[in-house]
């Protein structure tokens, strides 16, 4: 059974520093689209980052591109998210991802994954 374990989630005051991490479990996603999504409180869940295709290309959303960086350790299976500069707004549970299409060509750009994780929170504070 495939399964994506999110961590590293907490409080931090604006302008700190966070990375989560999401094993993988039950059957390597090497190769395979994987991002990272959140859902604020109110709000529809959004995409935050990809890695997808073949190559590993990367996506960010305008929100966090500059200040968020993908990253992903296929012998751990492993994927990962630096989350720098964080900001009030970002404050949100946050769902690692995995499988499913990645739609590089519609604007703004899509990703129906297959497999979600539980979520981490992350708090900012101002």
């Known amino acids: 059974q495939r399964q994506l374990v999110e961590s590293g989630g907490g409080s931090v005051q604006a302008g700190g520093s966070l990375r989560l991490a999401c094993r993988t479990s039950?059957?390597?996603?090497?190769?395979?689209?994987m991002g990272w999504f959140r859902q604020a409180p109110g709000k529809e869940r959004e995409l935050v980052a990809a890695?997808?295709?073949?190559?590993?290309?990367?996506y960010y959303s305008p929100p966090v591109r500059g200040r968020f960086a993908i990253s992903r350790d296929n012998v751990n299976d492993t994927l990962y998210i630096q989350m720098n500069e964080l900001r009030p707004e970002g404050t949100a549970v946050y769902y690692c991802?995995?499988?499913?299409?990645?739609?590089?060509?519609?604007?703004?750009?899509?990703?129906?994954?297959?497999?979600w994780g539980q979520g981490t929170q992350v708090t900012v504070s101002s």
């Open positions: 991802a995995a499988g499913g299409q990645y739609f590089n060509m519609d604007r703004p750009v899509r990703y129906e994954p297959n497999y």
């Open positions: 039950g059957c390597s996603f090497r190769g395979n689209n």
């Open positions: 890695l997808y295709g073949i190559k590993g290309e990367t």
